[in-house]
């Protein structure tokens, strides 16, 4: 009977340790892709390095944040849509950006588009020109 209580006890030990190692692996995966998508937000970077590529891109009056997102994703404008949503959530063009066609470029900082998307285009000569 000493036996068996042994390896039962033993087997639950290994058991413990088994789910506790567990445990301790998902909690620091969890952590270092939470620590690396934060830190994704906070130190954006553009796509391409020097210059880049300009590409025209077009908002609808009817398209969310997501479709945005989406769609420069789609473009190679940013790398991750999900990335890009969270950081128009915490910028201060946060609910700001305009319907309307855009020349962005993949050598732009998230931030640097959303200023161009969120701002409303200046009246050219042209338009003036036009009205007198």
């Known amino acids: 009977m000493n036996v068996k209580y042994l390896i039962v006890t033993m087997v639950e030990t290994i058991i413990k340790v088994a789910v506790l190692a567990a445990v ?8 270092t892709q939470a620590y690396d998508f934060g830190y ?8 391409s390095g ?15 944040l997501k479709d945005i997102a989406q769609m420069l994703e789609e473009k190679g404008l940013v790398e ?3 990335l890009f949503i969270v950081q128009e959530l ?12 855009y020349d962005l ?4 900082k998230a931030e640097e588009m959303l200023e161009i998307m969120s701002t409303p285009p200046a009246d050219s000569e042209s338009d003036k020109s036009e009205e007198g």
Do not use: N, Q, W, Y
Not at 40 to 47: G, I, L, M, S, T
């Open 105 to 108: 470029s993949t050598g732009m």
């Open 90 to 101: 915490l910028s201060a063009h946060h609910g700001k950006i305009l319907p309307g066609i």
């Open 50 to 64: 020097s210059g880049g590529r300009t590409i025209t891109v077009g908002i609808a009056e009817d398209d969310s």
């Open 40 to 47: 994704r937000v906070f130190a954006d970077e553009p796509v």
């Open 80 to 82: 991750d849509a999900k």
């Open 24 to 31: 301790i692996v998902f909690v620091f995966r969890g952590a």
